[in-house]
């Protein structure tokens, strides 16, 4: 530089002006103009290079603050992972000893169950025996009651013959009273015939005769009526011995009966000791359902967190890919620069100056790639060089509770939000994703309801994510949502009307001129100053 800037020094005034119609004094102005063009370029060429490298220190910087932090965020959310699947396992563990132990004691408490109903059901064949018999002794009783009414009523015929009997009795007395009052008076009257003559003897052995027929008759009737007595006797007998049978059968049966009472009071405390088992295992059936319950809860809140985790971890991996990208591509630019640069030096066989980085900016919040495409340029050949720049713009809105919260632009999941403090029930709503002509649609089942504040993410069949309802939900018929430059999500509600939609642009830009040929135009400067020199 200063061996090219010695011959351009200024000159006065006068040799100027002497000078002026000097070709080799124009060219000379010439060279010393284009030198210092040449310079400010340079300068600022410089100045933008060691912007760009403080920026990309700055962004190296944030790198690997943000690899120190992802580290430290992926390793505390390791350990309390670790932590919670460590309490859920130990918890899981527990309720199976817990559960162990309760299908034991179900199983005694089956076995006992059983026992009882064994017992139940030999006392009810007992107590089936014991009616058998019960219906047995009534149809004796019956039988004995009605023989009895039977001999009853024999019984009372006999009493009346007995009576007849002795009313008959009765008038034989009195005949043989009257005989016998009659007889006296004949002995009276034989007493006092007798002495009369032998002449009346054979009428008193007439008489005696007589009176000895009607004598022996009486014995007969008397015999007859000892007989009657003694048959009426046996009557008797055989009455109390049948009363005697009725009140053994009385006894029999209401032995019976009370055996068939304490069998019932027995069978009602076994039912009542079944009925209370029963109801323990109905206890305990419901306490095991509860646990399962609160098992189920506690691994469903588990999964929650373990995918909420995941989402987070995920959030962290893409904004880690995206940084890795940005540093990526500076990374290449940079090398291409300098493989230029050295190339370059390498040709003009210049001696090797400070090395210098070319850095490309990408903003967070479009998240816009910056690529150059160009050729070498040498000398007195002018070449414009591109750049094309790549913007993605989001515009939403939401008419209702549910918001679409964010759209892939690999395609792989599209999310939503509820932004209300209600549950919000999505049976019938249908979810559109449109890409230029192309469209396809998702709808949600009638059961399907978003909780408060909650967020649902539905992947594509490809996304390499498993299903985790309500929060993570799988389109199985569809491979990707699809990408394109014109991304538009509409969310329709069961009556088919708009309630939330949102959309994503692709904007690419390309510019010429020297401000992004920078890079290229030093090696022209110094190219020049080479050939000034």
């Avoid at 708009?498 to 642009?505: K, L």
């Amino acid at each position: 530089m200063a061996a090219a800037a010695a011959p351009l020094s200024p000159q006065p005034r006068g040799a100027a002006g002497s000078a002026a119609l000097s070709p080799t004094r124009i060219s000379r102005l010439q060279e010393k103009e284009e030198l210092r063009q040449l310079n400010d370029r340079l300068a600022v060429y410089i100045d933008k290079v060691r912007s760009l490298e403080t920026e990309n220190s700055a962004l190296q910087r944030r790198v690997s603050e943000r690899e120190q932090v992802c580290g430290r965020e992926i390793s505390g959310l390791k350990e309390l992972f670790e932590t919670e699947l460590a309490d859920a396992r130990k918890t899981l563990d527990d309720t199976a000893r817990e559960r162990a132990k309760l299908q034991i004691e179900l199983g005694k408490l089956r076995a006992e169950h059983e026992q009882v109903l064994s017992s139940y059901a030999k006392k009810d064949s007992d107590l089936n025996a014991a009616q058998v018999k019960l219906r047995e002794f009534e149809a004796a009783l019956n039988a004995k009651e009605a023989a009895l009414a039977t001999a009853l009523g024999d019984k009372r015929s006999q009493e009346e013959e007995l009576e007849d009997l002795r009313d008959q009795i009765v008038q034989n007395m009195n005949a043989n009273l009257e005989l016998e009052v009659c007889c006296q008076n004949l002995r009276k009257d034989v007493l006092l015939y007798i002495r009369a003559g032998e002449r009346n003897l054979c009428i008193l052995m007439s008489y005696m005769v007589l009176f000895r027929d009607s004598f022996f008759l009486l014995i007969k009737d008397a015999l007859k009526l000892m007989s009657c007595l003694l048959q009426l006797e046996n009557i008797r007998q055989s009455s109390e011995m049948h009363s005697c049978t009725a009140n053994t059968v009385r006894e029999e049966l209401h032995e019976s009966r009370m055996r068939i009472e304490t069998l019932s009071s027995h069978i009602a405390d076994i039912q009542k000791e079944s009925r209370a088992w029963q109801d323990r295992v109905h206890e305990l059936e419901d306490a095991l359902s509860k646990e399962r319950e609160n098992c189920r809860k506690i691994l469903a809140e588990n999964e929650r967190e373990v995918a909420e985790m995941r989402n987070q971890m995920q959030q962290q991996f893409s904004d880690y890919e995206q940084l890795l990208d940005v540093k990526l591509a500076l990374d290449m630019e940079i090398s291409a620069y300098r493989k230029l640069l050295e190339s370059e030096e390498e040709r003009l066989r210049l001696s090797p100056g400070p090395s210098s980085r070319v850095t490309v900016s990408r903003a967070s919040s479009s998240r816009s790639v910056r690529t150059t495409r160009g050729k070498r340029k040498r000398i007195d050949v002018e070449e414009s060089e591109a750049s094309s720049s790549v913007s993605i713009s989001h515009s939403a809105s939401a008419t209702g509770n549910i918001s679409v919260e964010e759209i892939d632009v690999d395609g792989k999941f599209i999310r939503l939000k509820n932004t209300s403090e209600q549950d919000q029930p999505m049976g019938g709503w249908e979810m559109i994703r449109k890409i230029g002509d192309t469209s396809a649609s998702y709808r949600y089942t009638s059961r399907y309801v978003l909780k408060a504040g909650q967020t649902v993410t539905i992947w594509a069949a490809n996304a390499g994510v498993t299903a985790s309802p309500p929060t993570d939900l799988i389109w199985k018929n569809q491979n990707s949502w699809g990408t394109g430059e014109d991304v538009k999500v509409v969310l329709k509600n069961s009556q088919g009307e708009e309630v939330a939609q949102r959309s994503t642009v692709f904007k690419t830009t390309v510019n010429e001129g020297e401000e992004e040929e920078e890079g290229e135009e030093v090696l022209e400067d110094v190219i020049h100053q080479q050939v000034s020199c």
